[in-house]
């Protein structure tokens, strides 16, 4: 899996050399709480992932 710091923007993640399919959670770095987004990452190509909170979050992707 990958964890990711966001301040706030959209993440661009180049997974051109990654197969693997990942659920996507929001980790809130002043709570800790860990929110799962309905959005399903797939490997093969370069993503962009919006920042929902708008806020500093971890995008935490967990291979399936």
């Known amino acids: 899996g990958y964890r990711i710091y966001s301040d706030g923007s959209t993440i661009r993640l180049n997974l051109t ?4 399919r990942y659920d996507l959670y929001w980790v809130d770095i002043k709570s800790g709480e860990v929110k ?6 797939r490997g ?3 993503i962009n992932i919006n920042n929902p ?3 500093a979050v971890v995008a935490w992707l967990v291979r399936k």
Not at 17 to 20: A, L, N, Q
Not at 36 to 41: A, E, L, M, N, R
């Open 53 to 55: 909170e708008g806020k």
């Open 44 to 46: 093969n190509n370069q």
């Open 36 to 41: 799962k987004d309905k959005q399903q990452i």
């Open 17 to 20: 050399s990654d197969t693997g």
